[in-house]
């Protein structure tokens, strides 16, 4: 209910996520406070080793926020999930595939280029990591690009000249 109420008084789609969103922080910091939280086991998976290393050395080395390590390691996690899916390891991961990955997140009903370009670094970081840690062969970090972003391409297309032409005839009279 009070997700809903909240949702009422913000401006936009997003008022009810966002508004459920802030109310389960809200609520699980209360039932960590009370001692009632109970985190559920993460399922174990061949890469949390490697996240749980990049996580630390986000945090220590390069100083980053909690939550910007959290959409990282989300990302990262996401990532070599699908590539455990395909039956390769970090290892065996070639440009050709993380390419492969970018160009299919761009694909129709995907990613918006700006958010491929995002991820793109996301995953420059963590295989930069990972070169010095000789998880993969070196040189895969810096081969990694994200789409091109051109100046205007974020502009709104406007209606066609035979567009206008045709709304133009079809008005009535001098108004």
């Not at 995907?110 to 990972?130: D, Q, T």
């Not at 970090?141 to 994200?146: D, N, P, V, Y």
Request: hydrophobic content about 35%; proline content about 6%.
């Amino acid at each position: 209910r009070w997700a809903k109420r909240r949702a009422s008084r913000l401006t936009g789609r997003r008022g009810g996520r966002a508004s459920r969103k802030l109310f389960r922080c809200y609520a699980i910091n209360w039932l960590k406070f009370l001692g009632r939280f109970m985190q559920p086991p993460r399922p174990t998976y061949p890469y949390a080793g490697m996240i749980s290393d990049f996580s630390e050395y986000m945090r220590q080395e390069r100083g980053w926020s909690p939550e910007t390590i959290r959409d990282r390691c989300r990302f990262i996690e996401r990532y070599l999930d699908q590539l455990d899916a395909d039956g390769g390891s970090v290892g065996e991961i070639t440009v050709e595939r993380i390419d492969a990955a970018l160009l299919k997140m761009l694909g129709p009903g995907g990613y918006a280029p700006m958010a491929v370009r995002g991820y793109a670094g996301h995953l420059r970081a963590f295989f930069r990591y990972a070169e010095m840690r000789e998880w993969c062969s070196r040189g895969l970090a810096e081969a990694i690009r994200g789409p091109r972003i051109f100046r205007h391409t974020s502009l709104p297309k406007g209606p066609s000249w035979d567009e206008v032409r045709r709304l133009l005839a079809s008005t009535a009279g001098d108004q």
